[in-house]
């Protein structure tokens, strides 16, 4: 088990760490909302990287995951101050909490599913006071180091109108709270997160300054690729791979499974990536989705991740190679419907695409229609 709290394939980004632990620790800044895409490697960041940071620089990181009790997040996050509690008044460290969390997520991966039948259960009133009462103690106990909530998968707060008086009450605590605490929030879901902190009638509206989740670039697959050489003497082609990175919108999760491939396989770099592509399209469960999007839509959303345009000649010509005879409103629809789907969100005057892996079932149902994938 140690092993896989070590992990030595986790590459660190200890500058990123840093320059968020001081914007965290900034009273400026005190709240921020990290988002970004599935699967790109926030959580890991979090707790491999940032929690590590803020404990060197002084402060107390209390990592909460509301998925971590679905139908209850708020006695998860009960049970974390609490454990917190007891260790600020033992005087030893947390690193044991924090660890611990680490090896749910390796044991555990990522797939935790809520299980459908349960119900979500509101938080009761003795609950709210006991949870205001512990983060009161706690900031009380840590004499001046500063506590630092992550709060994680926070868009699961409003999956459930069950979950309405935790968010209030918890909005209410922590405004009470004010300078004495810092909180950052992310979560799996961009559309989920906006939602949360943009719409006037939410609880968590403008309470957090928000920020995207810097995507991992090259060096990341430097890093993997050199350590494949390293420990297995194999030799693989970055570029080749960081065109897969790019093309699964640069998910960490999909190159080291492609690496576990690589490694245990010892094929080549093409045909591995094809097996993972293949992987990703079943693994999703994307068939259903396929089923549900239209021709157009799907070559509006394959265009989209291509940054290419939407309306001009050559986007008409695209469309009438699948035999689609485009409308300014008809692509104006496709884009409606893959946005309410979540499958993309705007950002400014562009698109972010928030399911890595999708865009891959998509263009290779595409390729399967019309041989010409030029879109
Ligand atoms: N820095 C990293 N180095 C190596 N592998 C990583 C790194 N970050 C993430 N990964 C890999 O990608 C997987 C997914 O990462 P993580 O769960 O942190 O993503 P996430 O953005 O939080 O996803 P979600 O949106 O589903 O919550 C990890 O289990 C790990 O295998
Ligand atoms: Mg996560």
Redesign the pocket.
Known sequence: MKDLIK?S?????PDLAKSLTSRLTDPLFSRIALL??????????????LSPALSDSGCIPIYISMWANKNAPHKEMINKLNQTHKILAKKSTLSEVLNSEITK??VA??NLEFKKNDSAITILDDELILLQNLLRDIIEKSKGKRVVLLL??IQHLISDKNFSSFQYGLRTILDELNENISVLY????RAGMKAMFNNKDMPFYNSANQSE?PL?NMS?IS??TTKMHEQYNLSYNSSEMFDFFNSVNS???????LVRHLVMEQRDLKSSIQYIKGIITKESDFDNLLDELTLIEKIVFVRINRSKSLYSKEAYLAYKKYNIEATRSSILNAIKKIKNKRLITKVGSSYLIEEAGFIIAVEGYLTKVEVDTTL
């Open positions: 992990n394939w986790h590459f660190s980004r970004g895409a599935r699967r790109i490697g926030k959580t890991m960041f979090i707790l491999r990287d997520l390796a991966g990522i994680d998968e992310t979560g799996s879901s989740f991992l990341f890093f993997c998910s960490p999760y999909w190159i080291i499974r």
